[in-house]
């Protein structure tokens, strides 16, 4: 997940700024914390280090007491790997001034893959023979795949990269294909595209096509229980709505009948920043994020619902599960995709928040909620105090 949204050329995290700044008097700023959770949960932060920020977050397939951020890190703009029990941070790229991340995915230790959507390009960052833990070194990095989609002002990839983690049957995609969604800047005519062997022949599902259309912004993609492509959008006249999608037929594209708005607009005349981010836990359950507000008056809820049966002709009945201070939730993870995030759970799965301040400015560190329950083996709880 990300920070940043394109909207018509000018970033959602630009426009806030450029407006804020009229109205935040220098020195003003508030942190931002849990106003609400449910029982069953402990609220906490993880430090990222005075002076550093994140603007992008992503899950470790390979480890799951690590997750891994985008963001100004020691004065410079690194990707980091972090350890969630005792905030220690690894860089793993430095990023070139040519590359900035609006968005990105691990697949593996070796390989992740970069949104960017200042340059309208997606990158892939691949550690080679012989691996060193870095993707610092010559021809590790190269543009993914030339686009096939853009809008007269140029803007192309969007915000949010997902990796398919198995072969997927309800989506007829295999295992490693790279999803991101494209913002080609008209109403309703946002992009999941697809691409497949990353690693080796980039591909597009379907040659030079899109595999799904028809939204506005990205704002997050994700799999359900049972495989099925939720997707979100994020921005006016679409704020707030989810996508369910499933291929039927097998064609290796989402046509007509093959989604259905599983969630639609609930606050239309307050959701302005939109849907902002979309995690879905072990379980299945999905959690989505609205912000709207400033200062005293920002709030973010973290909405929640279980898909039902039949998604595809009914929608899906949402809940608010908690609240923030923030005014944009620009990132939200789960550390896991097999530790339960029930109430009260053993060694639960951590949920991880990037958002902005209540003045739309970057904070140094990350919220957490997690189970209450034990946590197994020996943690320096401090930083989450």
């Not at 595209?193 to 939204?215: E, H, S």
């Not at 909405?303 to 923030?326: E, G, I, W, Y």
Request: charged share 15%; aromatic share 12%.
């Amino acid at each position: 997940m990300a920070r940043s949204h394109v909207l018509q050329g000018m970033s959602l995290r630009s426009f806030c700024l450029l407006f804020c700044s009229i109205l935040t008097v220098e020195g003003a700023a508030l942190d931002i914390s849990f106003t609400d959770h449910p029982p069953g949960y402990v609220a906490g932060r993880l430090p990222l280090g005075a002076g550093n920020s994140a603007f992008a977050l992503a899950s470790d397939p390979e480890n799951e007491n690590y997750i891994y951020a985008a963001g100004l890190f020691d004065g410079a703009a690194r990707i980091v790997r972090i350890n969630l029990w005792t905030a220690a941070q690894t860089s793993v790229f430095v990023l070139p001034t040519s590359i900035s991340v609006s968005g990105f995915a691990v697949l593996n230790s070796r390989a992740l893959f970069i949104s960017d959507a200042w340059h309208d390009k997606i990158f892939r960052l691949h550690d080679k023979n012989p691996p060193d833990g870095d993707f610092n070194d010559p021809g590790e990095v190269a543009e993914l795949i030339q686009p096939i989609y853009r809008n007269p002002g140029g803007d192309w990839t969007g915000t949010t990269v997902f990796i398919i983690p198995s072969d997927n049957n309800r989506l007829t995609l295999q295992r490693g294909t790279v999803l991101f969604q494209s913002e080609d800047g008209g109403t309703t005519q946002g992009e999941v595209l697809a691409v497949a062997n990353p690693l080796t022949t980039p591909t597009y599902v379907p040659p030079f096509g899109r595999y799904f259309w028809g939204f506005n912004y990205g704002g997050g993609l994700g799999l359900d229980s049972q495989g099925r492509l939720l997707v979100a959008s994020s921005f006016w006249p679409e704020t707030g709505k989810i996508w369910i999608c499933e291929d039927l037929n097998g064609n290796r594209e989402i046509g007509p009948g093959e989604s259905n708005i599983l969630v639609p607009r609930i606050h239309p005349t307050t959701e302005w920043a939109g849907l902002s981010a979309l995690a879905v836990d072990a379980s299945g359950r999905v959690y989505s994020s609205v912000g709207w507000g400033f200062g005293n008056t920002a709030q973010t809820e973290i909405r929640t619902f279980t898909v039902p049966s039949d998604p595809l002709h009914t929608t899906a009945t949402v809940t608010t599960f908690a609240k923030l201070n923030s005014p944009y939730l620009s990132a939200m993870i789960f550390s896991s995709q097999t530790r339960s995030f029930s109430p009260g759970a053993v060694n639960g799965a951590f949920m991880i928040l990037l958002g902005f301040d209540p003045f739309y400015g970057d904070v140094d560190y990350l919220l957490t909620l997690r189970p209450n329950g034990p946590s197994l083996g020996t943690r320096r709880w401090p930083h989450y105090r």
